[in-house]
T-cell receptor, first 113, second 112 residues
Framework: DSGVTQTPKHLITATGQRVTLRCSPR?????VYWYQQSLDQGLQFLIQYYNGEERAKGNILERFSAQQFPDLHSELNLSSLELGDSALYFC????????????FGPGTRLTVL | GENVEQHPSTLSVQEGDSAVIKCTYSDSASNYFPWYKQELGKGPQLIIDIRSNVGEKKDQRIAVTLNKTAKHFSLHITETQPEDSAVYFC???????????FGTGTRLTVIP
């Protein structure tokens, strides 16, 4: 158990809908990362937050957004969902951006029908 | 940006044999190289990492070697066991960067 928690574990929804994925980092970790894992793309970095502030953006679509709250949990919002958004979404945390060890949560499996 | 290539994409070994997975990276400034193991239905688990100031690191049956000149690093698993069956990912990052760059993964199957 990495100490990173994610909810829900599974999510099934329809095209055009909006969903929110939640992540709680390990105790004491200030940095949160979101990754998308689909069969043909491997692990793709989406976005990073550190202590409530956005630090870096990767291949995140404009339909996706995220935020980190004062209690350090983070939410990833996915809107206008398309079939191609079906994937595993992972959250990872680290103590600080300069500390490279990242610990992953169990993931949320999103299925868009 | 960094580009990490990983080989092979699939690997089958007999129980008790060794397994080796290789990765190459493009950014000579990368200085931290973790390896993750992902079992079915679970998130990637950090199993070993190495920094650029050392050439080899061991932890029981697993070891990682780094060749900075050639810009490649490898994961070695000895005395493989069925529970080693999983997908393994390598990654690379340099100091000051924000995200890990992952290889495409290797599916290791250990045959009992």
């Amino acid at each position: 158990d990495s100490g990173v928690t994610q909810t829900p574990k599974h999510l099934i929804t329809a095209t055009g809908q909006r969903v929110t994925l939640r992540c709680s980092p390990r105790s004491g970790d200030l940095s949160v990362y979101w990754y998308q894992q689909s069969l043909d793309q491997g692990l793709q970095f989406l976005i990073q937050y550190y202590n409530g502030e956005e630090r870096a953006k990767g291949n995140i679509l404009e339909r996706f957004s995220a935020q980190q709250f004062p209690d350090l949990h983070s939410e990833l919002n996915l809107s206008s969902l398309e079939l191609g958004d079906s994937a595993l979404y992972f959250c990872a945390s680290s103590s600080a951006p300069g500390h490279n060890e990242q610990f992953f949560g169990p993931g949320t499996r999103l299925t868009v029908l | 940006g960094e580009n990490v290539e990983q080989h092979p994409s699939t690997l089958s070994v007999q129980e008790g044999d060794s397994a080796v997975i290789k990765c190459t990276y493009s950014d000579s400034a990368s200085n931290y190289f973790p390896w993750y193991k992902q079992e079915l239905g679970k998130g990637p688990q950090l199993i070993i990492d190495i920094r650029s100031n050392v050439g080899e690191k061991k932890d029981q049956r697993i070891a990682v070697t780094l060749n900075k000149t050639a810009k490649h690093f490898s994961l070695h698993i000895t005395e493989t066991q069925p529970e080693d069956s999983a997908v393994y990912f390598c990654a690379a990052i340099r100091t000051g960067a924000n995200n890990l760059f992952f290889g495409t993964g290797t599916r290791l199957t250990v045959i009992p």
